[in-house]
């Protein structure tokens, strides 16, 4: 059996067997789909009150920040207690376990915040990104696809309707003609149709492999794994879209925040310093995430690596999936935590554009504005922004403004 074939078994035997309930039922139906079939899910608990700082993660780079705070250190350093991250394998028990009061800290895909609070009244806040760019839309071997006018008519997994990739997948798609649907993957599509279905992260590259679906769009390292492990072809990198966006941000409950401010900007802190050191170690930051190193992620080192490294201008020409490197200098993931407000807002507008599963009656009455005071929390990463000053050092940071940009959206 060759490398590759012994690659691919991985995926479909080690990551496959562990799903759990929770992704089966996501798979159904969506983040919006299960939280609404699990009555009082999101009744806040009262958070502990001790000061141990408990991470729940998915196992995605979208975790570094708090996985390197927790693997060096930094939570220490601050004089805090912290247990070991928690790897959950869905975001809708990471969800459940915080609005339990199970995780004090947690990264979540930006648009369930959004969902949390003005659909359910949860009292999430965000904190920080948790990174920058780092997802990709991957096409399988057998479609030959060079540009988003390809997919006309073909089967398309994306992890969540409240997700990132959800967004800039569709926008990139309403911009080459064609129309996002949802239909069950035996319905006739007629030309001009996509047809989009929520899939586990681990699912994507075998389902990719076997033909079950055309492409996904995902975040890394599963991006990685479809290229090293499933034969996959990257078409466009989410950060050649949308210069330097957002995706997992780094949430707390606001009960806390109010009652610990102390604590939070320790934690917060912490955060910080690993966002920097992330940056700046790459490499070594990916080898030992992965389960060649200390098994924070089930993935081998090269395809973490792969996945937080591998973006030259002349890596990816066919098709040209990273098209702006050269004129942006971002990196097929960067590290930087401040909150733009523009790019909140970019999301709120985005997200009443956007096809999903289930009820959205919510968002039609979002301010985008407003949510960018209301949902965000400004303070403590800024004070902690102030006093550990690398994270300048990011490209896309204007040094003479830096907590302000605008967006740069380029289809």
């Given at each position: 059996?060759?490398?590759?074939?012994?690659?691919?078994?991985?995926?479909?035997?080690?990551?496959?067997?562990?799903?759990?309930?929770?992704?089966?039922?996501?798979?159904?139906?969506?983040?919006?789909?299960?939280?609404?079939?699990?009555p009082?899910?999101?009744?806040?608990?009262?958070?502990?009150?001790?000061?141990?700082?408990?991470?729940?993660?998915?196992?995605?780079?979208?975790?570094?920040a708090?996985?390197?705070?927790?693997?060096?250190?930094?939570?220490?350093?601050?004089?805090?207690?912290?247990?070991?991250?928690?790897?959950?394998?869905?975001?809708?028990?990471?969800?459940?376990?915080?609005?339990?009061g199970?995780?004090?800290?947690?990264?979540?895909?930006?648009?369930?915040?959004?969902?949390?609070?003005?659909?359910?009244?949860?009292?999430?806040?965000i904190?920080?990104?948790?990174?920058?760019?780092?997802?990709?839309?991957?096409?399988?071997?057998?479609?030959d696809?060079?540009?988003?006018?390809?997919?006309?008519?073909?089967?398309?997994?994306v992890?969540?309707?409240?997700?990132?990739?959800?967004?800039?997948?569709?926008?990139?798609?309403r911009?080459?003609?064609?129309?996002?649907?949802?239909?069950?993957?035996?319905?006739?599509?007629?030309?001009?149709?996509?047809?989009?279905?929520?899939?586990?992260?681990?699912?994507?590259?075998?389902?990719?492999?076997?033909?079950?679906?055309?492409a996904?769009?995902?975040?890394?390292?599963?991006n990685?794994?479809?290229?090293?492990?499933?034969?996959?072809?990257?078409?466009?990198?989410?950060?050649?879209?949308?210069?330097?966006?957002?995706?997992?941000?780094?949430?707390?409950?606001?009960?806390?925040?109010?009652?610990?401010?102390?604590?939070?900007?320790?934690?917060?802190?912490?955060?910080?310093?690993?966002?920097?050191?992330?940056?700046?170690?790459?490499?070594?930051?990916?080898?030992?995430?992965?389960?060649?190193?200390?098994?924070?992620?089930?993935?081998?080192?090269?395809?973490?690596?792969?996945?937080m490294?591998?973006?030259?201008?002349?890596?990816?020409?066919?098709?040209?999936?990273?098209?702006?490197?050269?004129?942006?200098?971002?990196?097929?993931?960067?590290?930087?935590?401040?909150?733009?407000?523009?790019?909140?807002?970019?999301?709120?507008e985005?997200?009443?554009?956007?096809?999903?599963?289930?009820?959205?009656?919510?968002?039609?009455?979002?301010?985008?504005?407003?949510?960018?005071?209301?949902?965000?929390?400004?303070?403590?990463?800024?004070?902690?922004?102030?006093?550990?000053?690398?994270?300048?050092?990011?490209?896309?940071?204007?040094?003479?403004?830096?907590?302000?940009?605008?967006?740069?959206v380029?289809?």
């Open positions: 059996m060759s490398q590759h074939d012994d690659d691919l078994s991985y995926l479909f035997e080690h990551e496959m067997s562990r799903r759990d309930f929770m992704l089966d039922l996501l798979a159904k139906g969506g983040l919006a789909a299960a939280m609404a079939s699990m009082g899910l999101l009744n806040a608990a009262e958070p502990p009150d001790d000061e141990v700082v408990r991470i729940g993660y998915i196992p995605i780079t979208d975790a570094t708090l996985l390197v705070a927790h693997a060096n250190g930094y939570f220490e350093e601050e004089g805090l207690k912290v247990e070991k991250p928690t790897l959950i394998r869905g975001w809708s028990p990471l969800v459940e376990g915080f609005a339990a199970k995780f004090n800290l947690v990264h979540l895909l930006k648009p369930i915040p959004v969902w949390m609070r003005y659909n359910n009244n949860f009292p999430v806040k904190m920080s990104w948790a990174h920058l760019n780092g997802s990709a839309v991957v096409t399988g071997k057998h479609l696809a060079k540009d988003f006018s390809d997919l006309a008519g073909k089967q398309v997994a992890p969540y309707w409240y997700s990132m990739h959800n967004i800039v997948l569709q926008m990139a798609l911009d080459a003609g064609l129309k996002p649907v949802i239909k069950d993957q035996t319905a006739e599509l007629a030309p001009d149709e996509v047809n989009l279905m929520i899939m586990p992260p681990p699912d994507m590259p075998p389902a990719l492999a076997s033909k079950k679906i055309d996904f769009i995902v975040a890394e390292p599963f990685a794994a479809g290229e090293l492990l499933a034969g996959g072809k990257m078409l466009r990198f989410t950060g050649d879209i949308w210069k330097n966006h957002p995706c997992c941000v780094v949430c707390m409950n606001e009960q806390t925040v109010a009652a610990k401010p102390e604590w939070t900007q320790k934690v917060m802190n912490a955060v910080v310093k690993a966002q920097i050191y992330a940056q700046e170690h790459k490499g070594e930051v990916a080898h030992m995430l992965s389960k060649d190193g200390k098994k924070y992620l089930p993935m081998p080192a090269k395809v973490v690596e792969r996945a490294t591998f973006y030259g201008a002349d890596d990816y020409t066919d098709p040209d999936a990273n098209r702006h490197v050269a004129e942006w200098q971002n990196g097929r993931i960067d590290f930087q935590p401040y909150p733009y407000p523009s790019a909140t807002k970019l999301i709120v985005e997200m009443n554009k956007t096809l999903v599963g289930g009820d959205t009656t919510f968002l039609k009455a979002l301010d985008p504005e407003f949510v960018t005071n209301d949902l965000v929390n400004y303070d403590h990463v800024k004070v902690a922004m102030e006093q550990f000053m690398d994270w300048s050092k990011v490209p896309g940071i204007n040094p003479d403004d830096p907590y302000s940009r605008e967006e740069v380029v289809l």
